[in-house]
């Protein structure tokens, strides 16, 4: 019978030593729950913009934001992301990482806003989108589109062409009002090096509406 339990106990010690199977491990969720969540302004930052722009009306806008550069020191426990003030037009509200939260443009279509954190730190931000809201002319029964660096347009329903701002040599891409296009198209950038120490990235989707 002994003999028995020197070939069990191997097996025994092992699942005594299992981290899984106690009350105190670094994985028991009680003891060590998931609170990585930094007030802090981030050492820098992608923001994406979710822009819709009506024929002849002020565009709505959606703001998110991923920070970089804090998390990896929150003492190894795991991270969600950042909690910060967003200032923005009057508005004043706390916003989380990795949510969408509606924010308004200035009358010529600049992104003002600020993000500052529990020592209110602040890091102000003036994007100009005039080029991306403003990027069509209507001559006669075409469109002129001015695709700028960075950015890229695409057509639907029509040509379903898409076409690189960093391919266009400064010339605007033309279509015609009679090929069957919908009224509108989309505008996507990538930007780089923005913000007060031009470490920070913008990701912009923008639908366009030319026609009704």
Known sequence: MW??????????????????????GTNDPVSNPCRGISKKNAYSYTFFFELNCPLKERCS??????????GDSLDGRCFL????????????????????YPI???????AKFSLVDEDNKEKK??????????????????VDVNVMKDCRLDLFSCKRETVYGNQMLNSPYTFSLIDGCKEYYSYDCTWHNLGPSRKDDLKIHTKIYWSK
């Not at 308004?104 to 600049?110: A, C, D, I, P, Y």
Request: aromatic share 8%.
């Open 81 to 100: 992301g950042y909690e910060l003030k967003l200032e923005n037009a009057g508005m004043s509200r706390m916003v989380s990482q990795n949510r969408n």
């Open 125 to 142: 931000y003036d994007i100009d989108l005039s080029g991306i809201v403003n990027s069509y002319t209507i001559r006669g029964d075409t």
């Open 104 to 110: 308004s443009l200035s009358e010529n279509n600049h």
């Open 61 to 70: 806008a959606g703001f998110s934001f991923i920070g970089g550069g804090v």
């Open 3 to 24: 003999k028995k339990w020197l070939l069990a106990l191997p097996i025994v010690l092992c699942l005594l030593s299992c981290e899984g199977l106690t009350t105190t």
